[in-house]
Nanobody
């Protein structure tokens, strides 16, 4: 299993970024793919999740309505479209493979992509 994030960067508050996660070695018709983030000195926080079986999605309340998770199975790539970004969204974002969207643990995750939102 390999997960590699890209698309992070520096953006002003109110701006947008799209994160990508290239996957390999996993079945894209089973399990779930998630985005979680971790800011310095804080605990990891689940951001969004998509079930690979039926494309059901879930979002943290803090990002609902601003972030959209999607997957391109042909390209084996997971995306996170982030709009109306806020300084509190600043964190390292990770994509992760797990059994479903309610599990508290993941099987594997990528090295992360830094997102910095300036005020």
């Amino acid at each position: 299993v390999q997960l590699v994030e890209s698309g992070g960067g520096l953006v002003q508050a109110g701006g947008s970024l799209r994160l990508s996660c290239a996957t390999s070695g996993i079945s894209l018709y089973d399990f779930a793919l998630s985005w979680f983030r971790q800011a310095p000195g804080k605990e990891p926080e689940g951001v969004s999740c998509i079930m690979l079986t039926d494309a059901t999605t879930a979002y943290a309340p803090s990002v609902k309505g601003r972030f959209t998770i999607s997957i391109d199975k042909a390209k084996k790539t997971l995306f996170l479209q982030m709009n109306s970004l806020k300084p509190e969204d600043t964190a390292t974002y990770y994509c992760a493979l797990g059994p479903n969207c309610t599990a508290a643990t993941f099987y594997s995750w990528g090295p992360g992509a830094q997102v910095t939102v300036s005020s």
